[in-house]
Nanobody, 121 residues
Framework: QVQLVESGGGLVQPGGSLRLSCAAS????????IGWFRQGPGKEREGVSC????????YYAESVKGRFIISRDNAKNTVYLQMNSLKPEDTAVYYC??????????????WGQGTQVTVSS
């Protein structure tokens, strides 16, 4: 059973940084790309970043490119999202998933509880 647990969110001022973690269990972690998604107030869930399973290739949405860095530690079954130069529009609940893309497919239901990121002064 796929289990993903997100952590590391919080309240941060504009320009600040946070590092999110996604701890994975219940599946062969090394075989899966891992994506970060977010859902802001009144918005649809959107893809933020993705890292491949094998060669470490990464993808970033244009809105976060140059500010966010995704990485994975396969020994710890954990994916990280380092978020720098945060903006109020980054405020959202952040989720990780065993999928990637601009939007999650409707059939995907293995979401964790997410972690709240609030960027505000």
């Amino acid at each position: 059973q796929v289990q993903l647990v997100e952590s590391g969110g919080g309240l941060v001022q504009p320009g600040g940084s946070l590092r999110l973690s996604c701890a994975a269990s219940g599946f062969t972690y090394d075989n899966y790309a891992i994506g970060w998604f977010r859902q802001g107030p009144g918005k649809e869930r959107e893809g933020v970043s993705c890292i491949s399973s094998s060669d470490g290739r990464t993808y970033y949405a244009e809105s976060v490119k140059g500010r966010f860095i995704i990485s994975r530690d396969n020994a710890k079954n954990t994916v990280y999202l380092q978020m720098n130069s945060l903006k109020p529009e980054d405020t959202a609940v952040y989720y990780c998933a065993t999928i990637c893309g601009e939007r999650p497919p409707k059939y995907y239901d293995a979401w964790g509880q997410g972690t709240q990121v609030t960027v505000s002064s």
